[in-house]
């Protein structure tokens, strides 16, 4: 069991990727706590996950309100004793639009999202990761330095800046032995919903790849696991690119 007496917290668990990465965690034997806006979500994975056997808990917590963030990240610790792996992948406002005519207002409000609730959540775990001297901030998405498609709006420009936060956190958290990692990814397809509007865009994900076939939300799991795990105690301050070779390093 790779994450044995670890505890592993999740911003956006009951999303297909947060409740991958929980599922992943629990499997390897992770007690984990699940945050979110929805309860319902929230309690089907963290239902599924007992159901295999696994250790689940979950909070309702907005992942940009500070107190709420440090007092539910605080009690977790008194419980277990230790914050372990922290995670956030709460939805980002993707706006769509060429910067040409992004409307100023509403670019700074998802920028703004996505700082603050990185920050936030970074935070509340490496106040008890730099105490203990260990422990693992992992996070989603990763960027792309060579895209060359226009359009993407906020999603392109928020991923760098995680990943400028991401380059910053693990330079300051190193000397305490604390891990901070992207997962890049192509593309997720089977996290998108099975309807036939999405059949198109999961093709071009697929297409996109050199495999000729796409990362699975089972895959995000078990790489997450190796990733928050001592098998990967030599791995920081980088993206680990997952998406079959449709990124190219």
Known sequence: MLLENKTAVVYGGGGAIGGA???????????????????????????????QGGLAET????????????????????????IDVSVNVISQDALFVPLLDMPVADFGRAMDKVARSFLLT???????MVKQGSGVILHFGGSDPANSSPGL?????GCDLIEAMRRQWACELGPHSVRVVSMRTGGIPDSLPDL???APYKQKMV???LLKRA???DDVGRV???????????ITSTQVNISCGALVD
């Open 215 to 217: 990362a699975t939300l």
């Open 59 to 82: 909070a309702i917590v907005d992942a940009l309100d500070e107190s709420a963030v440090n007092g539910w990240v605080d009690s977790i610790a008194a419980q277990t004793g230790s």
């Open 224 to 234: 997450a696991a190796f990733l928050a795990s001592e098998h990967a105690r030599s």
């Open 196 to 198: 036939p509007e999405t």
């Open 21 to 51: 990465m929980a599922r992943g965690f629990a499997a390897e034997g992770a007690r984990v706590f699940l945050a979110g806006r929805t309860p319902g979500k929230l309690d089907t994975v963290a239902a599924d996950i007992r159901r």
């Open 207 to 209: 297409d996109a790849t």
């Open 122 to 128: 970074a935070q509340a775990a490496a106040r008890h």
């Open 153 to 157: 709006g906020t999603v392109q420009v």
